[in-house]
């Protein structure tokens, strides 16, 4: 069983099905999902962005559909903080892979699946970032 942090993109699209939700299920299912509080922040920050586009109906059925993933993962309270990234909001994602020893880090940012793994292992991070699809072929 892995140990596995998913970015909040990932759970954002997973309320909205594709393969981001098929990830996350995975993940929820076979291995050990991690998150903290700083994710669950940006995620109500993102549900109240989308507040404007969406309808009533739309931001309760995507609030329920995230407190469901939220409340099968476990928090860590971070007290690693690691920097690498242009955008410093993206760390908060990489912190809790260190802390916990993740294996991997599921992600849809760009800017995260750049990062090489020896700029990743020079930051003490073991984890290998990977798409929710990568994800899916690796879990294989």
């Known amino acids: 069983m892995a140990k596995i942090v998913v970015d909040a993109n990932v759970i954002i699209s997973a309320a909205f099905g594709e393969k981001s939700l098929e990830a996350v299920v995975r993940a929820l299912e076979d291995h050990e999902v991690y998150t903290s509080e700083a994710v669950a922040q940006e995620l109500l920050g993102v549900l109240s962005g989308l507040s404007k586009k969406l309808s009533e109906d ?30 410093p909001k993206d760390d908060h994602h990489r912190s809790p892979c260190k ?42």
């Open 58 to 87: 739309q931001i309760l059925f995507l609030h329920e559909k995230i407190q469901q993933l939220l409340t099968l993962a476990t928090y860590v309270s971070l007290f690693t903080h690691v920097v690498l990234s242009r955008d």
């Open 99 to 140: 802390q916990v020893g993740a294996e991997f880090l599921i992600t849809g940012d760009k800017d995260l699946l750049s990062i090489s793994q020896d700029k990743l292992k020079a930051h003490e991070v073991s984890c290998k970032v990977l798409s929710p699809q990568e994800f899916l072929e690796y879990a294989l």
